[in-house]
């Protein structure tokens, strides 16, 4: 049975999750996700009993409502759902502008996800006041009701009763995790959350990153991290530096949706970091741990590296 995704989001890790998720320790007790977005690791993790608990988390107070509102009411949400995806039917184009204005206005949860469903490649954009300014698809309608509503329920079912909703600032959304559990991490990338091309609505600046990822090591605990990487000639950020001790897995992740919307056929290739704790879980897959080793995995290619560029450190 296909793993319910309600929340679109573009980097999603929701076609990666399998391959990121072999990494994940067999021991985990509870599994946070602060950078939560679509919860696409949360959902596989939940459906495949990869954690007996989860803690959803982001910075944006309406996603993280929405996700509220998906996992305790899951018929309500997805009625209001359908009544806001109808009414464009009836004041045509003029629609997606009225939610968008009221969004930023309100804050809605629902308008947020009809927006992510309905804006251009589900690619969110804000500006430095918050609001949301992606434009509508006019090649689509947005997730049909009827799909959303099984999506809503088949999430709330996989989560209800065993996760933990929070919001805030990822490392005091982490701030009680033991070396039991296993953080996975998916901030924004470098140079994606600046500028006025703002795909995220909260900054995180690099040396942020690194200081706390080297708390994270300090306090012993276990994490996967995807960060930098490249489409086509673009590179999104140099690679995190060799004094956290992480391994480095770089994941092709196939065609950009950002690049063909932009008429480019170009690969994202992305890097996915280790801490030590999930080091012998690469060996279990199958990958090698020299560098520049290469392993075939559910149809992504993986190549591992222990030598990390220092040149950011």
């Not at 573009?10 to 072999?22: C, D, E």
């Not at 470098?190 to 200081?211: A, M």
């Not at 170009?266 to 690469?282: A, H, K, N």
Request: contains cysteine; glycine residues 8%; aromatic residues 8%.
């Amino acid at each position: 049975m296909a793993i319910p995704h309600p929340i679109p989001y573009q980097g999603s890790k929701r076609r990666l999750a399998p391959v990121i998720a072999r990494h994940f320790p067999a021991d985990t007790h509870r599994l946070y996700e602060p950078f939560a977005g679509s919860a696409a690791m949360t959902l596989h993790a939940a459906r495949h009993g990869l954690a007996q608990r989860f803690v959803i988390a982001d910075s944006l107070p309406p996603l993280v409502e929405l996700w509220r509102a998906i996992i305790e009411c899951p018929a309500q949400t997805a009625a209001r759902y359908r009544r806001v995806w109808q009414r464009q039917f009836a004041t045509g184009g003029e629609h997606f502008r009225v939610v968008r204005t009221r969004y930023n206005r309100d804050r809605d949860p629902v308008d947020l996800l009809y927006l992510l469903c309905r804006c251009v490649k589900n690619a969110v954009r804000f500006n430095a006041r918050g609001e949301f300014t992606q434009a509508a698809d006019r090649r689509r309608h947005g997730t049909h009701p009827d799909r959303m509503q099984a999506s809503i329920e088949g999430a709330s079912l996989l989560l209800r009763g065993r996760v933990e909703l929070r919001c805030g600032d990822w490392q005091r959304t982490t701030a009680d995790a033991t070396p039991r559990d296993f953080l996975y991490l998916d901030p924004p990338y470098l140079g994606t959350s600046t500028g006025r091309d703002r795909r995220y609505h909260s900054q995180l600046p690099q040396q942020h990153l690194i200081d706390g990822l080297a708390q994270l090591r300090g306090r012993g605990l276990r994490f996967a991290l995807s960060y930098d990487g490249s489409t086509g000639a673009k590179v999104y950020g140099p690679p995190l530096p060799g004094h956290l001790g992480l391994l480095r897995l770089r994941i092709d992740a196939g065609r950009s949706a950002q690049a063909t919307l932009s008429g480019r056929r170009e690969r994202t290739v992305e890097s996915v970091y280790l801490s030590p704790g999930s080091v012998p879980d690469v060996a279990a897959s199958g990958a090698s741990s020299r560098p520049s080793s290469h392993a075939s995995t559910g149809g992504a290619t993986i190549e591992v590296s222990k030598d990390i560029a220092t040149s950011t450190a």
